[in-house]
């Protein structure tokens, strides 16, 4: 098992940043790919990034050199960095943990967080 909490969410005026974190506890975190998904009100849960136990890292073509995804395995975190942010990435955001398949799909992930709001003002 592997429990998972975010934080770092909140209000940014548009072309700001944030820098959400991930939590993990319960099984080793070294071993666990970890991606972070957002979900905007009304539209599908959206792949933005990953982390491989490896450390290779993909993004989502809408975030791409805008956000960076990175690891502490000795802090059990994973952390989402935000730059140059827009009204079109506020969202809930979630961070998950193991992958079979595609990581860019959903049901790829086994472990899932509650999620952190993140607002962008225009």
């Known amino acids: 098992q592997v429990q998972l909490v975010e934080s770092g969410g909140g209000l940014v005026q548009a072309g700001g940043s944030l820098r959400l974190s991930c939590a993990a506890s319960g099984r080793t975190f070294s071993n666990t790919n970890v991606g972070w998904f957002r979900q905007a009100p009304g539209k599908e849960r959206e792949f933005v990034a990953i982390?491989?136990?490896?450390?290779?890292?993909f993004y989502g073509d809408r975030v791409k050199g805008r956000f960076t995804i990175s690891r502490d395995n000795a802090k059990n975190t994973v952390s989402l960095q935000m730059n140059s942010l827009k009204p079109e990435d506020a969202a809930v955001y979630y961070c998950a943990a193991e992958t079979r398949g595609d990581y860019q799909r959903v049901a790829a992930y086994e472990y899932w967080g509650q999620g952190t709001q993140v607002t962008v003002s225009s």
């Open positions: 982390i491989t136990s490896g450390g290779v890292r």
